[in-house]
């Protein structure tokens, strides 16, 4: 029996009950080629670009994350300065180093 296609497919446990699914089919042209190292090079394939995509995955999460987080912390400093504002209206407390001669 001659081989002429391989198949290999990976799942990647992404946690909280995700997975990414990858699979990958070749047709190995020569009859001479090392069935071997064509199975090798696929399954090499399928690992490298599983693994790539779940980190791009990841960092373009934390992106997200850290976006929406310094825009939280954009609101809070607006806030702050407003608040700041409306307490310098409000009459300053006496500085206690500024004491009146004569006493």
Known sequence: MQVTTITYQRVL??????????EKTAVIPDEYE??????????????????EEH??????KEIRDRKKELTALKVEVE???????????IKDEPNPDDIPDGF
Request: hydrophobic share 30%.
């Open 55 to 60: 980190i791009h995955n990841l960092l373009d």
């Open 13 to 22: 446990n992404l946690g909280d009950y995700n997975s990414a699914r990858l």
């Open 79 to 89: 806030n702050l300065k407003n608040e700041l504002q409306r307490l310098g209206k």
């Open 34 to 51: 090392s069935h071997e190292y064509a199975t090798q090079t696929l399954i090499e394939s399928v690992e490298r670009q599983i693994h």
